[in-house]
């Protein structure tokens, strides 16, 4: 069955980086593209950006432009979010999910940034 | 960006009732391929989303078949034909036409 694990919760410092794993099973992982949505407390879904697993195209929202990386690893079946610059308002769960019909999500990361 | 209006925000239902829930979008959303790209999703408390519905009205896999999805080019509908207990939770249609994917800003179900 297809499955997305993603790592374990994070806290950082304003102005620190932080990077979220989101690891594949059940399916071929070069054939769907990986799309990350984050949702702040409270609040609804917002898409960040998306990787073609196959070949590591990617598009990103303009909010996050210049700030979010998403790559691949294929031999581990393992997509990456990073984010950087990080302020209080980047506090929210991250979601990994499959192909831009999410049919498929992640169990989601918890990202605090506090001083 | 295509900005996806829900209504309402909150919705108290009663067991065994019918509910239903709105979603427009500021832009049609027939891709030139023809087809419509809009999803509903289902997130209950603590949990990650589920899709319900893609491509306005195809039930996912072990969705009841007390959910359907209906509309087209701009102005959409959820509907439960019976609220069951494990229907509380927020709701949410997204649309996948036009980048970037964008989402509605949800519909609180809960009993009354």
């Known amino acids: 069955q297809v499955q997305f694990v993603q790592s374990g919760a994070e806290v950082k410092k304003p102005g620190a980086s932080v990077k979220v794993s989101c690891k594949a099973s059940g399916y071929t992982f070069t054939s769907y593209g990986i799309h990350w949505v984050r949702q702040a407390p409270g609040q609804s879904l917002e898409w960040m950006g998306w990787?073609?697993?196959?070949?590591?195209?990617?598009k990103y929202s303009q909010k996050f432009q210049g700030r979010v990386s998403i790559t691949r690893d294929t031999s581990a079946s393992t997509a990456y979010m990073e984010l950087s610059s990080l302020r209080s308002e980047d506090t929210a769960v991250y979601y990994c999910?499959?192909?831009?019909?999410?049919?498929?999500w992640g169990q989601g990361t918890q990202v605090t940034v506090s001083s | 960006d295509v900005v996806m209006a829900q209504s309402p925000l909150s919705l108290p239902v009663t067991l065994g009732q019918p509910a239903s829930i709105s979603c427009n979008s500021s832009q049609s959303l027939v891709h030139s391929d023809g087809n419509t790209y809009l999803n509903w999703f289902q997130q209950r408390p603590g949990q990650s989303p589920r899709r319900l519905i893609y491509k306005v009205s195809n039930r996912d896999s072990g969705v009841p078949d007390r959910f359907s999805g209906s509309g087209s080019g701009t102005d959409f509908t959820l509907r439960i034909s019976r609220v069951e207990a494990e229907d509380v939770g927020v709701y949410y249609c997204?649309?996948?036409?036009?980048?970037?994917?964008?989402f509605g800003g949800g519909t609180k179900v809960e009993f009354k």
């Open positions: 990787i073609n697993a196959g070949n590591g195209n990617t």
């Open positions: 997204m649309q996948g036409t036009h980048w970037p994917l964008t």
């Open positions: 999910g499959r192909s831009a019909s999410l049919d498929y």
